[in-house]
């Protein structure tokens, strides 16, 4: 198979281009409303976090989901998946201390195709929903 990609590892290195996409206009969303981003793509043991960011006394620790259709990326944020989040954020507030008396946040930015290539449909322009769930820390 020399010269040739395996079809998953194609669809994988195009998933990982999405998902930078998808952070970066989540990032762009976030400082259009007064956030600055803290951290990006913040990695800890199992856990994973897309966006830090913060705008007065809180921290926002951020998941982005893209999908076809916006309303489907908000469903791909279980219960597994905030779990994860909160344990990288534990060891991201170890490693910021400072940061530990702020207002704790598990925000999310759910983003639809059509964002991509223009915003012609304003129920796929990104979405941000901020304290999503409690974040168990």
């Given amino acids: 198979m020399h010269g040739r990609q395996r079809p998953e590892y194609n669809r994988h290195l195009a998933s ?3 998902g ?3 952070e970066t206009v989540a990032a762009w969303l976030l400082r259009l409303k007064g956030y600055r981003i803290l ?3 913040f990695r800890a043991g199992a856990g994973e976090i897309d966006l830090i960011a913060a705008r007065g006394d809180v921290i926002a620790f951020v998941e982005v989901k893209a999908r076809r259709r916006r309303d489907d990326a908000a ?3 279980t219960a597994d998946k905030q779990r994860r989040i909160a344990s990288a954020a534990r060891i991201w507030l170890a490693r910021h201390p400072a940061c530990a008396d702020r207002i704790l946040r598990l925000d999310a930015v ?3 195709e059509l964002s991509w290539g223009g915003l012609r449909d304003a129920s796929a322009w990104p979405r ?3 304290d999503l769930a409690p974040l168990a820390l």
Wanted: aromatic share 6%.
């Fill in 20 to 22: 930078n996409r998808a």
């Fill in 75 to 77: 469903i791909a944020i």
């Fill in 16 to 18: 990982g281009a999405r």
């Fill in 39 to 41: 951290a990006r793509r």
């Fill in 110 to 112: 759910f983003i639809g």
């Fill in 128 to 130: 941000h929903l901020s």
